[in-house]
């Protein structure tokens, strides 16, 4: 074991650090050792990790020394940073830079940075086809980022950025699954129009992940973009009905109506949908689902992860 390659995971007990822990661990013929980093190592998740044959290091992303701690030894490191647990893109942008440093300082030779669009290269701050938002954001959750690719370009570290998309958890875990309607049926309500949305299963993300890692220094300075299909909502309406056994529909609603249905985060979600659908030409182009099955040739399509997952979609 000693002569592997330590791989370091950050957010190694959420949905795509997770994935990237289960898949290192899983091959047994793996080059690499894991480093699963975590703020809590003596959680159920943690504990489980460790079960598996990761080693489990507490780090935390807004404690600088922590990181250089972690990171110390490793020759890859797996970046993540997560917006939802608190909100704020100022926090997520110093985390980010937080993260680089740590890793320049390592010396680390492969870092994957878990990235997304910074939408104010299409929408302006001035520009009112959608709101501006904690006063210098378009999308706060993917401007930020988006902003923070420069923090490890400027510091040269070796580093190839992912590019996520849509997890198909959200229906599970973010209220955005199938809802009962007045007439029995189910509706799923998104303000993408009838444009294609980039998604994949969470898990799928860290085993494309690994693909990347074991490509060597192939990816290094470039920008990966990963989905696992690529579908307009009436399509995945469709494919919710047949697994679900009850019509599903899509319900289309302009996003400022979907900025006003008040729950946390509708206002930065509501300008995410808009932009997937108004740029859906890059959003698309940028995600190549062929070389994401190249990377994770267990890459799951819509249907194949409802198979699994569709008894875990909450329904009243």
Request: proline letters at 4%; glycine letters at 8%.
């Amino acid at each position: 074991m000693t002569d592997k390659k330590i791989i370091a995971v950050f957010g190694a007990t959420g949905a795509q650090g997770g994935g990237l822990v289960r898949a290192i661990l899983r091959d047994a013929a793996s080059e690499f050792a894991v480093r699963a980093i975590t703020r809590n190592p003596d959680s159920d998740k943690a504990r489980e990790l460790a079960r598996l044959g990761a080693e489990v290091v507490q780090a935390d992303l807004d404690d600088p020394q922590s990181l250089r701690r972690a990171l110390q030894g490793a020759y890859g490191a797996f970046c993540v940073t997560f917006f939802w647990d608190h909100f704020s893109p100022e926090r997520e942008l110093a985390e980010a830079r937080h993260l680089a440093e740590a890793a320049k300082e390592a010396q680390v030779q492969h870092v994957i940075w878990s990235t997304l669009e910074d939408v104010r290269q299409w929408v302006p701050l001035d520009d009112d086809r959608m709101p501006t938002l904690h006063g210098r954001y378009k999308v706060p959750h993917t401007d930020a980022k988006g902003e923070a690719d420069q923090y490890f370009r400027d510091l040269g570290v070796p580093t190839t950025f992912l590019l996520t998309s849509f997890y198909w958890e959200n229906l599970i875990h973010f209220g955005m699954g199938p809802q009962p309607a007045a007439d029995g049926s189910l509706a799923v309500v998104f303000p993408m129009g009838d444009k294609r949305l980039s998604s994949i299963a969470a898990e799928d993300i860290g085993r494309c992940a690994y693909g990347i890692f074991k490509k060597g220094t192939a990816l290094i300075g470039q920008t990966v973009g990963v989905a696992g299909e690529q579908l307009t909502w009436h399509d995945m309406a469709a494919s919710l009905s047949r697994a679900l056994g009850r019509e599903v529909r899509y319900h289309a609603v302009e996003p400022a109506a979907y900025r006003q249905f008040g729950f946390p985060g509708a206002e930065d979600l509501g300008n995410m949908f808009q932009a997937n659908r108004d740029f859906e030409q890059h959003y698309v182009g940028a995600r190549d689902v062929a070389f994401s099955r190249e990377l994770n040739p267990e890459l799951l399509t819509f249907d194949a992860w409802l198979t699994q997952n569709a008894a875990r979609l909450p329904m009243a």
